[in-house]
């Protein structure tokens, strides 16, 4: 069974710079998760997709915008970056029904 | 709001040492009480689920349980392996799909 896997592993870009992230949900998993942590603090919700629909939004503006494809691979779009927006970005899949999300490893990004 | 709290912030044992973490939460409609343990640089990993007051999961040195406002996590004889930051995460509320909202984790030190 494969787990959930991210791309790229780090980046670097700059304030005002666009960035797009990937996402591979776990073998069986339909529904997707985007978390944003920062240094030294718990995972914070983004957004969850369902069916290729967002299904669910936390305290993030709408440059935060993202996609779930038929494949339930996902990504994650930020525009506009700002130098808050450094932090570790998680994708987390699941199944409908069942509660568990599982993680993958993330992806640092850093604004400069 | 759902608010989760962990304490302490970090915790240093020596190995053999047992201890218990603890994650106090406020939230509307309990789903779902979470613990993960995540390594530096590295996604959250699962360990339980909990889903009602007085379940209890065990899985190797560690124990988590579960009452109407908190939840433990106890580490019994730890190994120098377990040090990681615990993060703890609810799910609540029959509208808000998968979201997780997280603990600022607590830090574990295990000296050999």
């Known amino acids: 069974e494969t787990g959930v896997t991210q791309s790229p592993t780090h980046l670097i870009k700059t304030r005002g710079q666009q960035v797009t992230l990937r996402c591979s949900s776990q073998?069986?998993?339909?529904?997707v998760s985007w978390y944003q942590q920062a240094l030294g603090q718990g995972p914070q919700f983004i957004f969850q997709?369902?069916?290729?629909?967002?299904?669910g939004r936390g305290n993030f503006p709408p440059r935060f915008s993202g996609l779930q494809f038929p494949n339930y691979s996902s990504e994650l779009n930020v525009n506009a970056l700002e130098l808050d927006d450094s932090a570790l970005y998680l994708c987390?899949?699941?199944?409908?029904?069942?509660?568990?999300?599982?993680f993958g490893p993330g992806t640092r990004l850093t604004v400069l | 709001e759902d608010q989760v709290t962990q304490s302490p912030e970090a915790l240093r044992l020596q190995e053999g040492e047992s201890s218990s973490l603890n994650c106090s939460y406020t939230?509307?409609?309990?789903?779902?009480l979470f613990w993960y343990r995540q390594d530096p640089g590295k996604g959250p990993e699962f360990l339980f689920t909990?889903?009602?007051a007085g379940e209890e999961k065990e899985k190797e040195r560690l124990k988590a349980t579960l009452t109407k406002k908190e939840s433990f996590l106890h580490i019994t004889a730890p190994k120098p392996e377990d040090s990681a930051t615990y993060l703890c995460?609810?799910?609540?509320?029959?509208?808000?799909?998968?979201?997780?909202?997280f603990g600022e984790g607590t830090q574990l030190t295990v000296n050999p």
């Open positions: 909990l889903y009602s």
């Open positions: 995460a609810v799910q609540a509320g029959e509208t808000s799909g998968s979201r997780l909202t």
């Open positions: 939230v509307s409609g309990l789903r779902g």
């Open positions: 073998s069986g998993h339909n529904t």
């Open positions: 997709y369902y069916r290729e629909e967002e299904n």
């Open positions: 987390a899949s699941g199944r409908t029904g069942a509660r568990v999300q599982f």
